[in-house]
């Protein structure tokens, strides 16, 4: 199937970008059906939105301790007790011991 590049709309910011050919092509490889509806650059804040990576953002931390030494640590998500957690000592020492 032959291909041509076409002009669409942005939803997001208005802004006109081109679909190109080989952009058309790689979306039928695929089997997707939709065209994109929004620019490179949109697509790219949305993703890192999506990703809680955007530029100036903090994580929010929570303390917690090892469960293996009992050191205060942080991490990147609120404990439930359920798993155990490791400080990046026990971490590093767990994850060499995995790999042997």
Do not use: H
Not at 29 to 38: Q, V, Y
Not at 43 to 53: F, L, P
């Amino acid at each position: 199937m032959s291909y041509e590049d076409r002009v669409l709309t942005c939803r997001d910011c208005g802004a006109d970008f081109i679909f190109t050919a080989g952009e058309q092509a790689f979306y039928a490889e695929k089997g997707l059906t939709n065209d994109p509806t929004r620019c490179r650059d949109c697509r790219r804040k949305r993703k890192q939105r999506s990703n809680g990576n955007m530029v100036g953002m903090e994580r929010q931390m929570y303390d917690a301790f090892c469960s293996t030494c009992g050191a205060p640590t942080q991490v990147p998500f609120k404990p439930t007790g359920r798993k155990p957690i490791y400080c990046r000592e026990c971490m590093a020492i767990n994850r060499r011991a995995s790999f042997r």
